[in-house]
């Protein structure tokens, strides 16, 4: 995945995705910082002694979002679970 920054932000942009979920991404909290001019990653887990079990959401720029984290995100379990989750106007986004 880092190797493939603008490869991703060039197909969400040319098939108009709006919400992208990934899985398994294997990226640490400090390497989600990335630089797509038109999305931005929303909502992410990844442990913290691991580079394994981990998701994320990217957006659009344009939509408007809130992070689930005080209800939703901070009921994962460790080891067990890993939750991302965005509410946007008419609909929750969640990686579980």
Request: hydrophobic share 45%.
């Amino acid at each position: 995945m880092k190797n493939q920054e603008l490869e991703v932000e060039l197909f969400m942009d040319s098939a108009n995705i709006d919400t992208l979920r990934i899985m398994e991404h294997w990226l640490r909290n400090g390497e989600l910082l990335f630089g797509f001019p038109y999305h931005q990653v929303t909502s992410s887990f990844s442990r913290e002694n691991s580079s394994h079990n981990s998701s994320l959401i990217v957006i659009r720029n344009k939509l408007k979002f809130k992070e689930r984290t005080t209800d939703i995100v901070d009921l994962f379990a460790k080891r067990v679970v890993e939750i991302a989750c965005v509410e946007l106007e008419r609909l929750i986004v969640m990686s579980v």
